[in-house]
């Protein structure tokens, strides 16, 4: 893949978190519910929405970091060992800073 098109994959995966993060906030800012039952049930989705958007800031962080490694030709060499990353990890996880190796010393 190329510089352009990794470049493209990466902005889009970005602009679908932005998207999904926009309609997640749009969620929290919703008021809770006066029934005790239906609070208690939206408190418990809000939880679940806070995760997901704390996930979605960090993956859009993550992206940002693989763009800055793509404008500095370090894309695609892992940040840890230096060796390169395999394409089909680079294929499923174009944001990635580890080869799979290094990924694995982090369990």
Do not use: W
């Amino acid at each position: 893949m190329n510089k352009s098109s990794v470049q493209t994959v990466l902005q889009t995966m970005k602009d679908d978190l932005a998207r999904r993060l926009g309609a997640i906030g749009a969620d929290l800012s919703v008021a809770l519910e006066k029934d005790s039952e239906e609070r208690a049930t939206q408190v418990e989705n809000d939880e679940v929405l806070r995760e997901m958007q704390a996930e979605g800031h960090n993956q859009i962080a993550a992206i940002d970091a693989a763009i800055g490694r793509l404008n500095d030709d370090t894309y695609g060499k892992c940040v840890k060992c230096h060796n390169r990353i395999g394409k089909e990890r680079l294929t499923a996880v174009p944001y990635t800073p580890f080869c799979i190796d290094c990924a694995k010393s982090f369990r």
